[in-house]
């Protein structure tokens, strides 16, 4: 299941959900509103 926007990600991390990307600064889950 997916936990959004809290979710983390990046190596050895599960990737992020529909709609989110791994964020390079943070390595959570974030909004991507361009896609």
């Not at 936990?3 to 791994?22: A, F, H, I, S, V």
């Not at 600064?25 to 909004?31: A, D, E, Q």
């Amino acid at each position: 299941a997916c936990q959004g926007y809290m979710r983390k990600c990046g190596r050895d991390k599960p990737p992020c959900c529909k709609k989110l990307e791994c964020s390079k600064t943070w390595r959570w889950c974030v909004w991507n509103p361009w896609e």
